[in-house]
T-cell receptor, first 114, second 115 residues
Framework: NAGVTQTPKFRILKIGQSMTLQCTQDMNHNYMYWYRQDPGMGLKLIYYSVGAGITDKGEVPNGYNVSRSTTEDFPLRLELAAPSQTSVYFC?????????????FGSGTQLSVL | GESVGLHLPTLSVQEGDNSIINCAYSNSASDYFIWYKQESGKGPQFIIDIRSNMDKRQGQRVTVLLNKTVKHLSLQIAATQPGDSAVYFCAENEDGAGNNRKLIWGLGTSLAVNP
């Protein structure tokens, strides 16, 4: 199994540009999450989804949007990129939302906004 | 070697030594704690977890110790190997219902294993 796959791995954006970070998982997990990781910091939850058609805000949702049309896919949209969104973005999934469920992470997307 | 994970983010040990990575958590009501390992260029991977009704839990070459009195968590790695070089994150859960989206992540400690 591929697990959680993120694309692209790297991207440079100009201020004001938009882009979509792709995330897909093949484990039939219901829960999916988007995190950002700033240098020397812990992970911050941006958005999460408990199943197809259901999404909700995490700790730092401003400047981002998500959708969950299928169980497998959970794209993250940046509409007007800002330098503050320079970060490494991780998508994760889990079978349920309980804390006894491990999170499975993708390998990340490194985004720079210049 | 020993490290206060949140404020001294780098720990350097010799191959074969035992490593101790420390983490201070913030909420006395947290009832679940996890350690994740993040290798360079990869996403975090689950290592071991512990619930607040336990003081110690062992895995393969890893042991997690929980001291609720001082709100301290540690990860011990026995016979550290070069493949253990990574950033180690602790996370606590403040949601008594047990909810992944309520995880609070620490800053991480970078472990470097010298051959």
């Amino acid at each position: 199994n591929a697990g959680v796959t993120q694309t692209p791995k790297f991207r440079i954006l100009k201020i004001g540009q938009s882009m979509t970070l792709q995330c897909t998982q093949d484990m039939n997990h219901n829960y999916m999450y988007w995190y950002r990781q700033d240098p020397g910091m812990g992970l911050k939850l941006i958005y999460y989804s408990v199943g197809a058609g259901i999404t909700d805000k995490g700790e730092v949702p401003n400047g981002y949007n998500v959708s969950r049309s299928t169980t497998e896919d959970f794209p993250l949209r940046l509409e007007l990129a800002a330098p503050s969104q320079t970060s490494v973005y991780f998508c994760a999934s889990s079978n349920t939302g309980g804390t006894n469920e491990k999170l499975f992470f993708g390998s990340g997307t490194q985004l720079s906004v210049l | 070697g020993e490290s206060v994970g949140l404020h001294l983010p780098t720990l350097s040990v010799q191959e074969g030594d035992n490593s101790i990575i420390n983490c201070a958590y913030s909420n006395s009501a947290s009832d679940y704690f996890i350690w994740y390992k993040q290798e360079s260029g990869k996403g975090p991977q689950f290592i071991i977890d512990i619930r607040s009704n336990m003081d110690k839990r062992q895995g393969q070459r890893v042991t997690v110790l929980l001291n609720k009195t001082v709100k301290h968590l540690s990860l011990q790695i026995a016979a550290t190997q070069p493949g253990d070089s990574a950033v180690y994150f602790c996370a606590e859960n403040e949601d008594g219902a047990g909810n992944n989206r309520k995880l609070i992540w620490g800053l991480g400690t970078s472990l470097a294993v010298n051959p």
